[in-house]
């Protein structure tokens, strides 16, 4: 889960960066379009915590986590419902990325043999 968490670090950075380069080429400039950037901006901010929230060893770590890939698509479903400005990449990370990991996040786990001693 440490890879996972890393990459969601990584990739959140990656999404603020991309819709900062995104707001600065200047767009339609409608109030719609900023909006959608702010709200991309937001999904990135929470996908990067978390991803700092996962590398956490507590469980409530895990909790934190789990609300904040929530918010994360919520934000980006907003973002693209409000002006169409991701790409089909960006979209496909956005969304199938914390998708994927509640769905990790939720798989209930066997017990190791070695550490059923």
Same mark, same amino acid.
């Not at 990739?11 to 380069?21: A, E």
């Not at 109030?31 to 950037?37: D, K, M, P, R, Y």
């Not at 990370?93 to 190791?112: D, E």
């Given at each position: 889960?440490?890879?996972?968490?890393?990459?969601?670090? =990584?990739?959140?950075?990656?999404? /603020? @960066?991309?819709?900062? /380069?995104?707001?600065?080429?200047? &767009? #339609?400039? #409608?109030?719609?379009? /900023?909006?959608?950037?702010?709200?991309? @901006?937001?999904?990135? /901010?929470?996908?990067?915590?978390?991803?700092?929230?996962?590398? $956490?060893?507590?469980?409530?770590? @895990?909790?934190?986590?789990?609300?904040?890939? =929530? &918010? #994360?698509?919520? =934000?980006?479903?907003?973002?693209?419902? =409000?002006?169409?400005?991701?790409?089909?990449?960006?979209?496909?990370?956005?969304?199938?990325?914390? @998708?994927?990991?509640?769905?990790?996040?939720?798989?209930? $786990?066997?017990? #190791?043999?070695? &550490?059923?001693?």
């Amino acid at each position: 889960m440490k890879l996972a968490a890393i990459l969601t670090v =990584l990739i959140g950075l990656l999404g /603020v @960066v991309n819709t900062v /380069v995104e707001w600065s080429a200047g &767009g #339609s400039g #409608s109030t719609a379009h /900023v909006l959608a950037l702010v709200l991309a @901006v937001g999904a990135g /901010v929470l996908l990067f915590v978390a991803g700092a929230a996962l590398l $956490r060893p507590a469980p409530r770590g @895990v909790q934190e986590g789990r609300l904040a890939l =929530l &918010g #994360s698509v919520v =934000l980006i479903v907003a973002s693209r419902l =409000l002006h169409p400005w991701m790409g089909i990449f960006a979209q496909l990370i956005g969304i199938g990325m914390p @998708v994927v990991l509640l769905i990790a996040l939720y798989w209930p $786990r066997r017990a #190791s043999p070695a &550490g059923a001693a």
